[in-house]
């Protein structure tokens, strides 16, 4: 009992604070989305629900030169502490206009503190349990967020029905305030060494970190590949599962349900991987259940069919998704850990932008089903060619150890 006690991520008081308070900042987030979609839906078309929804992701993009520079250079309190405020002024805020421009503009001042916070909240957990438990951390963290953003889902609605948006955004706002009081009582720091080997660049030093390294140059572009492949999916399952297949709004929600529980258990199982050859293979796996589920659903013609597509897709991506992350913290160096995860994030979200115009294209000249099948091979497809790559690597000693090592 002893030994399990001191091997479990839990042990760590601030653990105990930190992973609950992401998780209830996602729910928030998910509140937030359910409220503010109704809000533009109402009196608006699809142009101002894509506006929106690029609110969400530009901002993300736009602070990759900036937001690893702060995360590293800066005391992780004081960049936790002033990210969290601004963006419960921006939830704030949103709670009390009503007009579309500023909607927008409130939701790209959100999403800047975001930018920040999250390289922040990344860099600062191995410090708190150590690089052994990273990869433990990391898919609890993620199975945590899985479950309170479904939650949030389904309380969205219910809370815009009951206090209406000015409500549901206020309480988002709280969930900030929470992760503000966290960072303040969190007694880990994570402050810049002055002796530590200095990385020029903001972007670029990520990039160099990821590409110098013989694994993270292999997955993150296949995280890449696909983000744009399958998440071009997703601007068309509202067609397939309501149109093609002649389902209500009641069971293409189920089956959104569906995926995210299997993301939640893909996210858990990845924190039970031991190594970085594990890790790596899960990632191929999550890749291939992604792509071989995604023609299961272009192909399927019932509702069971679709829902066992649906729940591996999930299982799919809380794998990919958990594991790649985990990677990416452990084979970075720590000095420059806050900028490759503000390059990967950066990264990502520029490939879902272009996933939901190739996914609106896609829809218009494949149709529904025939988007999904194409995706998927083109999932199944780069898993092999990833896979080959990973399996020729000998995982030993990280490269970015190396790289200090030589400083």
């Known amino acids: 009992m002893k030994q399990t006690l001191q091997t479990s991520i839990w042990s760590h008081r601030d653990i105990r604070l930190v992973l609950p308070a992401r998780a209830l900042s996602y729910a928030g987030d998910s509140i937030a989305l359910i409220a503010l979609m109704l809000r533009v839906s109402d009196g608006h078309g699809p142009a101002a629900i894509t506006a929106l929804l690029l609110a969400f992701a530009v901002p993300t993009v736009a602070m990759i030169p900036f937001a690893g520079r702060i995360v590293d250079g800066f005391d992780s309190r004081t960049v936790l502490v002033w990210s969290g405020l601004l963006q419960v002024a921006a939830g704030v805020g949103l709670a009390f206009v009503h007009d579309l421009v500023n909607t927008l503009l409130l939701v790209c001042v959100l999403q800047v503190g975001q930018a920040v916070a999250g390289p922040a909240w990344g860099a600062l957990i191995p410090r708190i ?4 438990l990273v990869g433990r951390t990391t898919g609890t963290s993620q199975a945590l967020i899985g479950v309170a953003t479904l939650a949030g889902s389904a309380a969205g609605g219910v809370l815009v029905g009951a206090a209406g948006t ?3 955004l206020l ?3 709280g969930t900030f305030l929470v992760l503000v009081l966290v ?3 969190v007694r880990t720091r994570r402050r810049p060494e002055p002796t530590a080997p ?3 660049g903001g972007v670029s030093a990520g990039l160099r970190a990821i590409f110098g390294d013989d694994i993270l140059r292999i997955l993150v572009p296949a995280l890449w590949v696909f983000v744009l492949a399958g998440e071009a999916v997703n601007v068309v399952e509202v067609f397939l599962i309501t149109g093609e297949l002649g389902l209500g709004p009641g069971l293409y929600g189920a089956a959104g349900a569906a995926t995210g529980a299997g993301a939640i258990l ?3 199982y990845s924190g039970r991987l031991r190594d970085d050859r594990a890790r790596s293979l899960a990632v191929v796996a ?5 792509g071989g589920s995604s023609v299961l659903m272009g192909l399927a013609g019932n509702f069971v069919t679709l829902m066992i597509g649906a729940t591996t897709i999930g299982i799919g991506s809380g794998l990919l998704n958990a594991a790649t992350s985990a990677l990416v913290v452990m084979r970075s160096s720590e000095s420059v850990r806050g900028r490759v995860l503000a390059a990967l994030n950066g990264t990502v979200r520029s490939f879902s932008i272009l996933a939901m115009l190739l996914g609106g294209l896609a829809g218009a000249l494949l149709g529904p089903r025939g988007t999904f099948v194409t995706g998927g091979v083109a999932c199944a497809v780069a898993s092999v060619v990833v896979g080959a790559l990973v399996l020729r690597i ?3 000693t990280k490269d970015s150890e190396l790289e200090v090592v030589s400083h």
């Open 266 to 268: 893909g996210a858990w």
């Open 166 to 168: 000015r409500g549901a």
């Open 394 to 396: 000998k995982h030993g």
């Open 183 to 185: 960072a303040q009582l």
């Open 198 to 200: 200095h990385e020029r």
């Open 129 to 132: 349990v150590g690089e052994e």
């Open 286 to 290: 999550g890749m291939a259940a992604i």
């Open 171 to 173: 309480v988002d706002a």
